[in-house]
């Protein structure tokens, strides 16, 4: 089983900044590839950002040039640093990994979600 934590959400002006952290715990043997999601209320959820282990990013159109995803893979930790926030960037943001975790004698690769965290532009 994998934990995935994620933090750094908050209440942000217009332009603004603010950078968002993922960390995984468990019995992981590997985490291949991680991403942040987001859900406006009324919404699906959507894909922001994606990196592989190897470090291949891939961002959706409407945050290219002002996000940046990032991954320690031997602290299981990743981030999405997030510039000229806009307030269409309002929405609770989700990390989401692909890992291979023990489970009880034997492994289990899976697909796992944080508990999302809120972040909120507005004047």
């Known amino acids: 089983q994998v934990q995935l934590v994620e933090s750094g959400g908050g209440l942000v002006q217009p332009g603004g900044s603010l950078r968002l952290s993922c960390a995984a715990f468990g019995r992981i043997f590997s985490i291949y590839a991680m991403g942040w999601y987001r859900q406006a209320p009324g919404k699906q959820r959507d894909l922001v950002a994606t990196?592989?282990?190897?470090?291949?990013?891939n961002y959706a159109d409407s945050v290219k040039g002002r996000f940046t995803i990032s991954r320690d893979n031997a602290k299981n930790t990743m981030h999405l640093q997030m510039n000229s926030l806009k307030p269409e960037d309002t929405a609770v943001y989700y990390c989401?990994?692909?890992?291979?975790?023990?489970?009880?004698?034997?492994?289990?690769?899976?697909?796992?979600w944080g508990q999302g965290t809120q972040v909120t532009v507005s004047s």
């Open positions: 990196i592989t282990s190897g470090g291949t990013t």
């Open positions: 989401n990994a692909d890992a291979l975790a023990g489970m009880g004698l034997s492994t289990l690769r899976d697909d796992y």
